[in-house]
Structures are given as structure tokens and as C-alpha cells.
Nanobody, 124 residues
């Protein structure tokens, strides 16, 4: 069992930066693939970024590539999402997810555990 709690969301101007954190509980955190998804009002939840258990493999949605960086600290049971050059279209609720994943890592139903979400609002 893995429980996830996100933090770090807030209001920021376009071009600014935020760092989201996801604290995980559970002894098997280190074996899980971790990901960030987001959902904007009136839109479906979409994949943002993911990181394998080793931390050596990361994948990003094209819309955030070059601007967002996902990382993890298995000793602290925490995964991070550093977001830079933020745009108004990045406004959404950001969710942390965990799972034992095979194949595509950008599919939300493959992730077994989810946090409650943290709001990110980017003003123009």
C-alpha cells in the first residue's frame, strides 16, 4: 500500500517557477514508477511526466518537455516536479501517482495509487 500527499501548488505569474512535492508512505515506494498527471477545468486528466524506480529513466509530455523536470529521492520517499517557464495553459490540478508499470507509462489507469491533488494557477 502506498499513500501519496502532494504539496507546493499555488498562484504564479506566467514565466515563473514552482516545485511540487509528493510525499509517499509505504515500504515499497522505491519499487514504484512515479508520475505526475494534471487536469484542467473541463478537460480530461493528462499525463505530465514519469520517473522509473531507479530514477534514471524519465519521460515527459511534449507540452512540458524542456520546462519541467521530474526527480525522486527514494531515501526521503519523495518525488518532485520542478516547473519553470510556466504558462497559463499549465493551470490545472496536479496529481501524483504511483504504480508498478509495464509498457506505456503515460496511461493513467495503470497507476494504482493517487494523491488528492494540488492546484497550480498561472496568471497571464
Amino acid at each position: 500500500q502506498v499513500q501519496l500527499v502532494e504539496s507546493g501548488g499555488g498562484l504564479v505569474q506566467a514565466g515563473g517557477s514552482l516545485r511540487l512535492s509528493c510525499a509517499a508512505s509505504g515500504r515499497t515506494f522505491g519499487s514504484h514508477t512515479m508520475a505526475w498527471f494534471r487536469q484542467a477545468p473541463g478537460k480530461e486528466r493528462e499525463f505530465v511526466a514519469t520517473i522509473k524506480w531507479s530514477g534514471r529513466n524519465t519521460y515527459y509530455a511534449d507540452s512540458v518537455k524542456g520546462r519541467f523536470t521530474i526527480s525522486r529521492d527514494n531515501a526521503k520517499n519523495t518525488v518532485y516536479l520542478q516547473m519553470t517557464s510556466l504558462k497559463p495553459e499549465d493551470t490545472a490540478v496536479y496529481y501524483c501517482a504511483a504504480g508498478i508499470i509495464s509498457g506505456s507509462v503515460s496511461v493513467d489507469y495503470k497507476y494504482s495509487y493517487w494523491g488528492q491533488g494540488t492546484q497550480v494557477t498561472v496568471s497571464s
